[in-house]
């Protein structure tokens, strides 16, 4: 959810260090295609009223159809062109803002509980519409802030709050975890002796019946898998695979689906050395 605007105080944040601005591409090509797409249509509309017979109605129709749907379109790339409107973020010694239009953001490194490789709206990536690519910080109150691809440099960003949420998270996870405790990621949890993944029971059939909505029954459900079922952890384009030696099917866990997966990586290294 979005915070309503408000003051931001940038001096409790420190020293500014970085400004990551609106992309060019955000800023030119939705303005770029509003205009190109109307024009194009407009010279074929044109090309059949010159060149194809009066008779010919049901070509006639469909280059009036394509007219209006490239008028459509256009608004829906000014919107979007417009909706991004003041968009950077500032990028302070202890935290960073984010502005947009009228609203801002503000959110100090030590407020960060997760970080998310994948912008989304709701408790969870499952839980709303998702964009392509991007970014969400979730801060300890639950509010969500996007980084998307609008913005300018937007890996360096990510790789800074990457780096800062390291840094205050790595301590306390790796003592919990050679103490024998567990550290949990979301749906999964890591300890000394395995790893433990909690999900909601599915109904099989329901799925097949409803096209493939997901349908929970009851409680969730802990399984539960000692490392020494896994032969290797190899990080892939998408996901984790934990290989299982023997079996046809191994176990993965989608970077998307995870919380501070770089946190869990990190904790993997002290079970499976070769994880990069």
């Given at each position: 959810?979005?915070?309503?605007?408000?003051?931001?105080?940038?001096?409790?944040?420190?020293?500014?260090?970085?400004?990551?601005?609106?992309?060019?591409?955000?800023?030119?090509?939705?303005?770029?295609?509003?205009?190109?797409?109307?024009?194009?249509?407009?010279?074929?509309?044109?090309?059949?009223?010159?060149?194809?017979p009066p008779g010919e109605r049901e070509t006639?129709?469909?280059?009036?159809?394509?007219?209006?749907?490239?008028?459509?379109?256009?608004?829906?790339?000014?919107?979007?062109?417009?909706?991004?409107?003041?968009?950077?973020?500032?990028?302070?010694?202890?935290?960073?803002?984010?502005?947009?239009?009228?609203?801002?953001?503000?959110?100090?490194?030590?407020?960060?509980?997760?970080?998310?490789?994948?912008?989304?709206?709701?408790?969870?990536?499952?839980?709303?519409?998702?964009?392509?690519?991007?970014?969400?910080?979730?801060?300890?109150?639950?509010?969500?802030?996007?980084?998307?691809?609008?913005?300018?440099?937007?890996?360096?960003?990510?790789?800074?709050?990457?780096?800062?949420?390291?840094?205050?998270?790595?301590?306390?996870?790796?003592?919990?975890?050679?103490?024998?405790?567990?550290?949990?990621?979301?749906?999964?949890?890591?300890?000394?002796?395995?790893?433990?993944?909690?999900?909601?029971?599915?109904?099989?059939?329901?799925?097949?019946?409803?096209?493939?909505?997901?349908?929970?029954?009851?409680?969730?459900?802990?399984?539960?898998?000692?490392?020494?079922?896994?032969?290797?952890?190899?990080?892939?384009?998408?996901?984790?695979?934990?290989?299982?030696?023997?079996?046809?099917?191994?176990?993965?866990?989608?970077?998307?689906?995870?919380?501070?997966?770089?946190?869990?990586?990190?904790?993997?290294?002290?079970?499976?050395?070769?994880?990069?």
């Amino acid at each position: 959810m979005d915070m309503p605007p408000f003051a931001v105080d940038s001096v409790t944040l420190g020293a500014l260090q970085a400004v990551h601005k609106r992309s060019l591409f955000n800023v030119v090509g939705p303005l770029f295609l509003a205009v190109l797409i109307p024009a194009a249509a407009a010279a074929m509309v044109y090309a059949v009223i010159r060149f194809v017979p009066p008779g010919e109605r049901e070509t006639m129709d469909k280059a009036w159809l394509l007219a209006a749907a490239s008028v459509i379109g256009s608004l829906v790339l000014l919107w979007s062109w417009a909706k991004n409107l003041g968009l950077h973020v500032d990028v302070h010694e202890l935290g960073f803002v984010l502005h947009r239009r009228s609203q801002t953001q503000a959110c100090r490194w030590d407020d960060i509980a997760e970080l998310w490789s994948t912008p989304f709206y709701g408790p969870s990536p499952g839980g709303g519409r998702q964009t392509k690519a991007g970014y969400t910080v979730r801060k300890r109150d639950g509010t969500n802030i996007l980084l998307t691809p609008a913005l300018a440099g937007l890996e360096r960003l990510a790789g800074r709050v990457r780096e800062e949420t390291y840094r205050r998270m790595m301590p306390w996870a790796l003592s919990q975890f050679q103490a024998g405790g567990q550290v949990s990621f979301g749906m999964y949890s890591v300890s000394r002796q395995g790893l433990a993944v909690t999900a909601p029971q599915v109904s099989i059939g329901a799925i097949m019946l409803s096209g493939g909505a997901v349908t929970s029954l009851g409680a969730a459900q802990t399984t539960f898998m000692p490392w020494s079922e896994f032969s290797q952890v190899r990080p892939e384009s998408q996901w984790l695979r934990l290989v299982r030696p023997g079996l046809a099917i191994d176990w993965t866990i989608v970077y998307r689906m995870v919380p501070n997966m770089h946190v869990l990586l990190a904790l993997l290294q002290q079970v499976f050395p070769n994880v990069k």
